[in-house]
């Protein structure tokens, strides 16, 4: 007889973060109180509040551990399940008052959130097909079943869910298209390749809910007429790759996948792919050259995938998240999907939020949601009392959305105007240390990497754009440094043959376009204003400051300060490597980093 | 799996399994666990709960366990509140009369008198 149910995350954070020594500690102790027996441990997939982990959460009552660790552990058996004692160190302190939150349910993080995508993530255990079923798994396929392909393609159609792979294409459309398409055998294929640095949402739902995609790829090979799936998912998933084996296996054996699915006639199985980790292999066209054995790049579009995909035959692609969506809709119906979200992107949108933020993790919310929500409400605020400066989306793809947008209902259309992108969800959150110039650097440099090298202007182009950035952080930067880059964002816009190309410029174009201030500030002043960029720094002795301590003299690792005790020391500026150890030993505000 | 049938059977036989995940809104039935209650046997009254409801097929009453509720003497304890009724503190709760408590009160709505030791919130 069970009495209690301890829900420990597996997710990936709280992986690397000690999960598993957790429970080893917590089975020990449960063993040594004679209790193994009436309470049952569960891994579940990621529970969103990463940065609290490791997390327990003890059922019946639901009470949320959180940081718990091996040495801290014990007392959730010793003291909570066996002396009905809550261990209130291990609560969540809420960050407004001196009081602790007992369950998910009194924590801001978690009471705005609208989990549909991920409404298992942490529920759930999943391994077990048992418990995907127990929430509503698979009717979702036996409606499909029921109804059959027009109707469902007109489910999906009215429930207006568009791609959440990046782009937002109406799935519906998508589906019909495939369906409509001439030629067979046609194939369903989940993009799992997730290549956005910093989107973890597509891992954890199929760490944390595989059966959901492998739902929704049943249902959308019945729709378009297909027999085989592919799920292609990145090496550098190893859990989910595991997790969704295991889900593949059970599902055949439950007879979701093989042949005459539920009696209807209608045969179906899924493979998985694993990719190298390339970015642009999460391009559709060059992600299906990869399944094919071939070299991942893209080519052009038209014939788009429904038309001619893998070996040339209609195939369906669809993002993890989307296809997550996919079976509630059935359930319930597209009036429900549209129930919450804007008009023209109903539903939700997961969320990664990280970066400057007090809370960081996965979020799932109403598209329409603003960044003041996101940012302030769910996120907790900038940590530190530092001003908020900005949140990039769409990662290498995407660009800034400012603090004048806070109170802008975020969705696919509202975020394309500023000229960034919803792309997968990632949201890095940026504060005032935070240098413009720097970050659109990074994201270039990325591209730079990442660029297959088929075409010229991307190939040459991003290359070209990235030694700009590069001297003008190192403060060599000419008055037409910004209009150059400007040409040639737009030149690589316009001219590379996918969407890696033509969205490589965004971030650099995004930030001259908020920030053009900070642009000039490294050209004109050679400064940079959030003192971020390191060789625009300098470190001098404010004189009338420095009483000559010597502490300074001592610290520098490169003797780069010399002066006499109870003098004003000096730096030399051209053996100052800019550690900034002096800054940070001084006791007399006399070190200056302008 | 062949129909729509199974797998509605296999939700219901799960649903059971993950019943301590539910929320419940019907009740809740508070075991004292303190060190002078587990002495008493709270852990077999505990599981006595546990198993009649679960018997009983009672899945909308939460049970959960707490510290001492400062009533040793009248140890193993338990606290019964239905919801909308005013909740009532039960002593001396061994393994019959924790069944005997699921039966009249949970179930019968019959407060069981001769175990009562307090009505109303400590
Ligand atoms: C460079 C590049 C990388 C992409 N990476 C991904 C990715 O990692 N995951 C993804 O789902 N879509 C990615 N996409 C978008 C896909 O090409 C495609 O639009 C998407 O898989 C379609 O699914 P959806 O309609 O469900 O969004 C990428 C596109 C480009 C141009
Ligand atoms: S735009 Fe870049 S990534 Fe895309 S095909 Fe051309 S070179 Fe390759």
């Known amino acids: 007889m069970i009495r209690n149910q301890l829900l420990i995350c597996a997710g990936g954070a709280c992986i690397t973060s000690g999960e598993k020594s957790v429970k080893d500690v917590l089975v020990e102790e449960l063993a040594k109180n004679g209790i193994q027996d009436e309470v049952q441990i569960i891994e579940t997939g990621c529970m969103g509040a990463c940065d609290l982990g490791p997390i327990v959460v003890v059922y019946p009552e639901g009470t949320f551990y959180q940081k718990v660790t091996p040495q801290n552990a014990g007392p959730i058996v010793s003291e909570h399940l066996v002396k009905g004692r809550v261990v209130s160190g291990l609560l969540y302190r809420q960050p407004t008052s001196e009081t602790r939150a007992q369950t998910r349910e009194e924590i801001s993080f978690y009471t705005l959130q609208v989990k549909r995508v991920l409404r298992n993530c942490g529920v759930i255990d999943p391994l077990s097909i048992e418990e995907y079923i127990a929430r509503d798994g698979y009717f979702g396929l036996g409606k499909a079943l029921e109804i059959g392909p027009d109707a469902i393609i007109q489910t999906i159609q009215e429930s207006g869910l568009r791609g959440r792979g990046g782009a937002g294409f109406p799935t519906g459309i998508k589906w019909k298209a495939a369906r409509d398409a001439s030629g067979s055998p046609k194939y369903v294929v989940c993009n799992g390749d997730e290549g956005d640095p910093g989107a973890f949402m597509d891992r954890s739902v199929l760490e944390g809910d595989p059966h959901s995609v492998i739902e929704a790829m049943v249902i959308a090979g019945f729709a378009i007429g297909a027999a085989t799936g592919y799920v292609y998912v990145r090496a550098e998933y190893p859990l989910a790759i595991e997790r969704l084996e295991v889900a593949l296996t059970r599902a055949r054996e439950y007879g979701f996948l093989g042949r005459n699915i539920l009696g209807s006639g209608f045969d179906f199985d899924i493979e998985i792919r694993i990719g190298a980790g390339a970015f642009v292999c999460g391009e559709e066209t060059a992600l299906l050259r990869s399944i094919e054995g071939k070299r991942g790049m893209p080519s052009a579009k038209p014939p788009f995938p429904a038309q001619a995909g893998l070996w040339g035959k209609p195939t369906l692609i669809n993002n993890v998240e989307t296809y997550a969506n996919v079976p509630p809709i059935l359930i319930n119906g597209a009036e429900w999907f549209r129930s919450v979200g804007t008009a023209k992107s109903p539903g939700t949108k997961v969320f990664a939020l990280a970066g400057k933020v007090q809370n960081t993790g996965l979020v799932e919310v109403p598209m329409g949601t603003t960044l003041r929500e996101l940012v302030f409400d769910i996120g907790g605020g900038i940590p530190g009392g530092k001003a908020f400066k900005g949140a990039q989306t769409g990662g290498p793809s995407g660009g800034i959305i400012t603090a004048d947008y806070l109170d802008m209902p975020i969705d696919f259309d509202s975020v394309k105007e500023l000229g960034t992108i919803m792309g997968s969800g990632g949201l890095i959150i940026l504060d005032e240390d935070n240098c413009m110039v720097d970050v659109a650097k990074f994201y270039l440099a990325f591209t730079v990497d990442e660029s297959c090298g088929k075409c010229t202007p991307c190939r040459e182009g991003t290359k070209q754009m990235y030694q700009i950035m590069e001297r003008i952080t190192d403060g060599k930067g000419t008055p037409n440094d910004i209009g150059k880059l400007k040409t040639l964002g737009r030149v690589i816009q316009q001219t590379s043959l996918c969407g890696l190309g033509q969205s490589a410029p965004n971030p650099v174009l995004s930030t001259i376009r908020f920030f053009p201030d900070e642009y000039r500030a490294h050209i004109e002043d050679r400064k940079c204003p959030a003192h971020a960029c390191l060789h625009l720094l300098t470190y001098s002795v404010v004189s009338e400051k420095c009483v000559g301590c010597t502490a300074c003299a001592r610290q520098c690792p490169v003797q780069a300060i010399t002066g006499q005790v109870k003098k004003a020391h000096v730096i030399d500026q051209a053996t100052c490597i800019k550690c900034g150890s002096c800054y940070e030993v001084c006791r007399f505000d006399a070190i200056l980093k302008e | ?122």
């Open chain 2, 1 to 122: 799996m062949k129909s729509l049938e199974e797998l509605k059977r296999i939700k219901e036989e799960t649903l059971k399994a993950m019943d301590l995940r539910q929320a419940k809104d019907r009740g809740k039935i508070v075991v004292a666990m303190g060190t002078c209650g587990i002495a008493a046997g709270a852990k077999d009254t505990l599981m006595a709960v546990i198993d009649e409801l679960d018997k009983a097929g009672v899945h909308d009453v939460q049970v959960v366990q707490s510290g001492c509720m400062g009533l040793c003497d009248r140890e193993p304890t338990i606290e019964v509140s239905m919801k909308d009724q005013p909740s009532v503190i039960y002593g001396d709760v061994d393994d019959a009369n924790a069944r005997r408590i699921v039966r009249e009160h949970v179930q019968g709505g019959q407060v069981v008198a001769e175990l009562v030791i307090k009505r109303g919130n400590l």
